[in-house]
């Protein structure tokens, strides 16, 4: 852990500071049903706002087609959200690649980084662009930070500063003391909609676990390799 650069031990004055938060929550109706992942990040947008540097936030939202805009993934409700809880407008800015205009805001969001074409093959450029931006990088999502992706990957190669948000390092150090020193006996819990994406970790763990609990859509997969009929699952 000591080799993470903290967000927490940056001089952050006068910087611009991007950070790559993990807005990924569930919708209905263009409203956000459940904003905890939201909420996690204030204190650490408000420390880098008190300590005066300007702040860039990008975030993916669910799977559109890439280097298309669809209106049902736009982060303009996230960006409706943060304004109310930070007491202030933080505008969506589609067109931020390029370069933003920060002059009359403190804080800005990025339109989902995933309708920015490149951003899942990691492309050199578009990470570039992005590196371009600030004058520090932050990952703070570590629900993508195994992600080899330009917001993940790619532009911490080209900034000139990178380092790790209080919610990765909190996350990182809870695997670790999990892994390392688990208390027996030991009880994994896997969810999620993608089985090929956790079939590694999977195999890891049942070297380490006593039980393994399967929840979400990964168990239709293992109900139909033991002959369930699952339908269209």
Known sequence: ???????????????????REDYNVPMKNFEITDNTRITATLPTLKHVINAGAKLILVSHLGRPEEGKYDEIFSLAPVAKLLSSQLGFEVPLIKNWIDGIDMSNYQVVLCENVRFEKGEIDNDEELSRKMAQLCQIYVNDAFATAHRAQASTHGIAKYAAISAAGPLLISELKALTKALRKPAKPIVAIIGGAKVSTKLTIIKKLLEKIDTLILGGGIVNTFLNAASYEIGKS
């Open 1 to 19: 852990m000591s080799i993470l650069v903290k967000i927490a031990d940056l001089d952050l004055s006068d910087k611009t500071v991007l950070i």
